[in-house]
């Protein structure tokens, strides 16, 4: 008999009692079923009656009793300490499951049973009974693309960006990523394209800085840009990458002002500025496409960065971009320290 599970089916269970009431033998019954003598035996024994009947149903309900029973445990058990800390920082603080399960392994690398992979917290939210908590924790995941790889077009031409700032001249310590203080910028723009707010991003770190816009054009990425990098240690703010966008027209002032190189990719090549297309990616998590962000205050975009610097990032080897930058400045610190003692 070619049987398609090892369990026993209610079918079979109704042929057991039949012949048990007949009077077959437990090896005749699985003869009959394609199943081991010993297979009836259990189930036989799991049907016990005190008059020596056999009952499928009862048998059924000791199998599923010692089913559930021999089953793992679930680490994520609502109510409990990991769950809390995975529900807390999914929902609250827009960490996505990796990264979450990645920062249990480095809090507690000796305790196995604290820690969860990602997909146990996928699982754990997709097994959530309808209601409102699965409501909130599966809107807390990170949608995808609706479409990727379209090429990005600016409305600047290529004169506002001299030859001697073309990313072809950019030094090669600052592709290589060795050491910080070297940004890429962009905006992400609001409904309409009437509003946006322009972002910063660190290279080597992946630190975020978030700047206020009041309006779209050169002077106000001047004006923003400005003033949120000027709160920045002059030691990290040595160049910035951008794009042909027009709002770049101002870009000899902001050289002027912060005293820092500034390179422009080529057309159509958003791959060149890596780091702040994926952030912005991100960022659209918190405003989200069509959102006005003509109202959006300093302090609302400051709290973002502050959300996004405390995730855990797999480029950082599961640090925190605000981890990687204090121990960019603490190596720095030291270096100043040694030099001047020398």
Known sequence: MDRRSKHLSSEERGVILAEHNRGSSQQAIGRLLGRAASTIGRELARGWQADGSYCPMAARRVYDGRRARCRRRSKLVEGGATYRFVHDHLVHRGWSPEQIAQRLRRM?????????????????IYAQPRGGLRAAMIDALRQAKP??????????????????????NRPEEIEAG????????????????RSSVGTLVERRTRFVVLCRMRGNGAEAVLDSF?????????????????????????????????????WFCDPHAPWQRGSSENTNGLLRQFMPKGTDLGDASQTWLNDIAAL????????????????AMADEIAAFTATVALEARI
Not at 227 to 253: F, I, V, W
């Open 226 to 262: 400005t003033r949120q990098m000027k709160r920045l240690p002059a030691a990290l703010r040595k160049s910035m990458t951008y794009d042909r966008g027009s709002e770049m027209a101002c870009h000899p002032e902001l050289l002027r002002r912060l005293k820092i190189d500034i």
């Open 308 to 323: 996004m610097n405390n995730r855990p990032r797999k480029t950082l080897g599961w640090r925190t971009p605000t981890e």
């Open 108 to 124: 507690k690398p000796d305790e196995p049973s604290t820690r969860v992979s990602h997909e146990t917290i996928y699982a754990a």
């Open 147 to 168: 479409a990727r790889g379209r090429r990005r077009t600016t409305l600047a031409g290529t004169s506002m960006a001299p030859d001697s700032l073309r990313i072809m």
């Open 178 to 193: 060795l050491v910080p203080g070297h940004w890429e910028g962009d905006l992400i723009k609001g409904a309409f394209n």
